[in-house]
């Protein structure tokens, strides 16, 4: 039986060169996130479209655990604001991803953010 050692050794290795993937010419530079989320009382978030555009199909999808809400907002326009009430959610435990699409590009966009203290705000980053 050959030792491990022995038996690299006996078998060249290809090299590997950086590949390009196809799609990477193809990717957009990144954006910054298009929400702003204003915390009132304990268990309510204010989620604004700060962007410059509407956004399609938007929707916000609550979890814990198991326990799991999703709201359906359809567009929202800029400057557009969306309540959750978010009361039988453990702020500890929870998180909240807002899905959307950009209207031209048919591309669908993720964010995500956990509930922190009272009257905090959460602006988007890239």
Request: net charge negative; with cysteine; glycine share 10%.
């Amino acid at each position: 039986m050959l030792s491990p050692n022995a038996a690299s050794a006996s078998v060249p290795v290809p090299s590997v060169g950086i590949m390009s993937h196809p799609t990477t010419d193809r990717l957009s530079p990144a954006r910054p996130v298009p929400w702003r989320v204003d915390h009132l009382y304990d268990t309510h978030a204010l989620v604004t479209n700060v962007g410059g555009e509407p956004l399609d199909f938007v929707r916000a999808l609550v979890r814990t655990g198991p326990d799991r809400q999703s709201h359906h907002w359809g567009q929202m326009l800029p400057g557009e604001t969306a309540e959750l009430c978010l009361c039988r959610f453990d702020p500890e435990r929870t998180a909240v991803t807002i899905a959307w699409f950009r209207p031209g590009d048919g591309g669908e966009f993720a964010w995500c953010f956990g509930l922190s203290e009272p009257g905090e705000t959460t602006a988007g980053r890239q």
